[in-house]
């Protein structure tokens, strides 16, 4: 084909390149996950289902994250995002961060590691243990005994492993896990990570920017 | 033509992948809400390079292949044609496993993924055509010279 017949094609390749590169560039703005409204949590989910908390009582708002362990995005907001969030926002007393179990359906390995947080909870290193199992997601996720490398976490971390085996052994958070997970189902939450402040709900990872933002907002709201 | 065309549309895809892996992205336009789950697996990185950037390369070279055979010097050539069936397969086969990666150990689809796997399929496939197209041509060339007594080459 001679060189001038090529012409047209081009062009109509260089139209594909600009829209599509200036569509990728107006994506580049959508940082963050979808919001909208949830119902509020009943007055008992809080004295029944605490989660794990962050921060001072006294705090003006409190972040909800609902989230599984065996979920990479939630990974990767807790090694990306999190540190920051709680540098900036928990330890100014902007902010109480509230920990929740939402152990998703699909995911074989979600429950155990759920459970040996809650154990590690029970000798107050939740956090510790959180850690541990996002750092270490890859290893465990699709394994066919996650249970093994959990109880390496756990001796990491320093926990009393007698009590530690005891905790597992008896499954005693089994069933608050699944209703946890149920009540969250309830409440519209069937993805993870999500975030909850007030009636505000933000599926999908959040970058630190937008969840300030919406913090800014909220408290700017609040003041008389 | 069709070969440029994809493989421009299968770069696009592959940069905007992996524009979100790098964080030039907030979020991933994903009905599903399973591409960051895939994303972000342990298999959406082969040997420490994530799976968007190699698509990224991968379309690159395509794209450059088929532009270079469509240029006047070598549009009668079959060489460029040859290489785009060998990287398109190698294209195909490489999204194959990934495709099973996603049915069967993951469980999760990402559609940009797919839409990626169509694109490369599409691509094997305009070129195999092409491939044989050209052969028959060429038998037909080698059959009229024979019948006039004029060589072939």
């Not at chain 1, 600009?18 to 959508?30: C, E, K, M, Q």
Request: contains cysteine.
């Amino acid at each position: 084909m001679a060189k001038s017949g090529l012409k047209p094609f081009y062009l109509g390749l260089v139209a594909i390149a600009l829209i599509g590169g200036g569509a990728i560039f107006l994506a580049r703005g959508t940082g963050g996950g979808a919001t909208s409204t949830i119902a509020p949590a009943l007055a008992g989910d809080t004295a029944v289902m605490p989660g794990y908390v962050l921060g001072s009582d006294s705090a003006a708002l409190e972040v909800e994250e609902y989230a599984d362990f065996q979920c990479p995005a939630c990974r990767m907001f807790n090694i990306v995002t999190l540190p920051d969030v709680v540098e900036r926002l928990v330890k100014t007393g902007r902010i109480r961060w509230r920990f929740k179990d939402r152990p998703l359906e699909n995911h074989a390995n979600s429950l155990p590691a759920h459970q040996a947080a809650a154990c590690a909870g029970e000798q107050g290193r939740f956090w510790e243990m959180q850690d541990q199992l996002y750092y270490g997601q890859p290893d465990w996720e699709f394994v066919r005994n996650p249970q093994k490398k959990h109880r390496e976490y756990a001796q990491k971390i320093g926990l009393d492993m007698s009590k530690y085996d005891e905790c597992m052994g008896s499954n005693r958070y089994l069933s608050r896990l699944v209703a946890e997970a149920r009540r969250a189902t309830v409440r519209g939450i069937t993805s993870t990570p999500t975030f909850v402040i007030g009636t505000i709900k933000i599926e999908g990872t959040v970058g630190y920017d937008q969840l300030k933002a919406l913090v800014d907002s909220l408290t700017a709201l609040k003041k008389p | 033509m069709v070969a440029a065309t994809l493989s421009l549309v299968g770069l696009l895809l592959s940069t905007y992948l992996w524009l979100w892996k790098i964080g030039f992205i907030g979020s991933l336009v994903c009905g599903t809400g399973t591409c960051e789950y895939v994303q972000t697996s342990r298999y959406g990185a082969l040997l420490g390079v994530p799976v968007a950037l190699i698509g990224v390369g991968g379309y690159l070279v395509l794209l450059i292949v088929s532009i270079v055979g469509l240029q006047p010097g070598w549009a009668e050539r079959r060489e460029p044609t040859v290489w785009l069936a060998v990287l398109s397969g190698i294209g195909v086969a490489f999204t194959a496993y990934l495709t099973y990666i996603e049915a069967f150990v993951i469980h999760a689809w990402c559609r940009w993924c797919l839409g990626s796997a169509g694109i490369i399929v599409a691509i094997f496939v305009t070129v195999v055509a092409e491939l044989r197209t050209d052969r028959r041509a060429d038998g037909q060339t080698v059959a009229s010279g024979a019948a006039s007594g004029r060589p072939t080459v």
